[in-house]
């Protein structure tokens, strides 16, 4: 898919944005200064390595990218030519396809390369992530990664592919549910952070660059979000985005830099979504964002104009619906039909420009919750071969250059 001009427009925006990072004062609000990537892509040195080395995977070469190197690992390269996923030959025999319409049941509804999207399915048994191209329709193996018998949930794919985090209460955890990652470019775990507990930590969401990670961590009874610097293995404080006491915040999402973080708080009752600006450490004036109903699921662009939610509210087509909101308009925008349809349709997952977008929604499909996609130039929404199962497929994170 190419929308002429919108890439270079959006690659602008976020050398904008890292520009004013660096430019902001050193204060508690600060963010740490980004190394340039221009010397070999910083996000190498980031903390699923545990530490400053610049960690790099073996092989691979540099590609310019409107005026920065970026690492591109040789090893992911050749695994995308992998045997797909073993049990996919199973699974086609099984599955029919009822509900998809025409083309989009076998074809892909989007094209291009390396486009991919991880989501949670439990059809093995107990919740796996799967890592599924939706151009090459099919699936890529992930060694190591899902435990057999413990859920892993919520994964979180980082925008440059080598990192893939998600959420699991698997016994040799710390307890309760703990955030872990997973290197893609070796095709193993990463070393831990330090930021798993015996409570919950849940809902990870990395950055745009990748070079943080945001979560959710039960502290007291009630959620509050965390924001991880990988570079300075250290927590970034976030004084003005915590409800107040009693209430929770969730379902962090921030921009490619965590200088914009949407979330959700009930500190107004119902579930509603805000949007922190991180500068100004406080919230953006966004009415339009606050309903009586559940407003959730948020899913924020890099370059923080486009934010994607999930609503209850009336005006819908019913259950939750999906809506795509222009915090630089301060307008909503209007989606294709059939993104929404009567049942629940939610977790919307956005590419760098807002123009694709994969969600989980319960309409009729190939079983339970499925992830679709749906590409806004077209006005398609589809799936791609074999990509649901008669189970629960949710949580999908979109990685789409
Ligand atoms: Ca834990
Ligand atoms: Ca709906």
Sequence with gaps: MRVPGARAVHRSKLRDEAHRSLERPPGPLSHPRRGSCSAGDGRAAGFWSGGRGGRRAT?????????????????????????????????SAVLTLAGCSGKNSTQ?????????????????????IFLYDLSALRYYTLPGLNDATAPERRPSLGNDAQVLAFATNRASGMGDYDILIYDLGTSSLAPTPPINTPGREDEPAFT????????????????????????????????????????????????????????????????????????????LDLPDLVS?????????????????????RTGGMGGYDLYLYDISAKAFVTLAAGVNSAEDDRNPSLNVNAMVMSFQSTRAGTGGTDVWNHDRTTGQTGQGSNQDSAMEDIEPSLRWP
């Design 292 to 312: 009586d109903s559940t407003d959730t699921d948020p899913w924020l662009t890099p370059d923080g104009r486009y934010l994607a939610f999930a609503s209850t």
């Design 59 to 91: 092989g691979g070469h540099r590609r310019a990218s409107a005026g920065r190197l970026c690492y591109i690992p040789r090893t992911l390269n050749a695994r995308l030519t992998s045997p797909a996923w073993p049990a996919l030959a199973a699974l």
């Design 208 to 283: 745009g660059d990748a070079l943080s990670l945001m979560f959710v961590r039960d502290t007291l009874g009630v959620r509050r979000l965390r924001f991880y610097y990988g570079v300075g293995n250290r927590f970034i404080p976030l004084p003005g985005i915590d409800a107040p006491p009693g209430f929770n915040d969730w379902a962090p999402a921030p921009n490619n830099t965590g200088t914009r973080i949407a979330f959700v708080s009930d500190r107004n009752g119902s579930p509603d979504v805000f949007v922190y600006d991180a500068p100004g450490d406080s919230l």
């Design 108 to 128: 892909p509804i989007v094209t291009g390369f390396g486009n991919i999207v991880a989501f949670a399915s439990d059809r093995d048994g107990s919740y796996d």
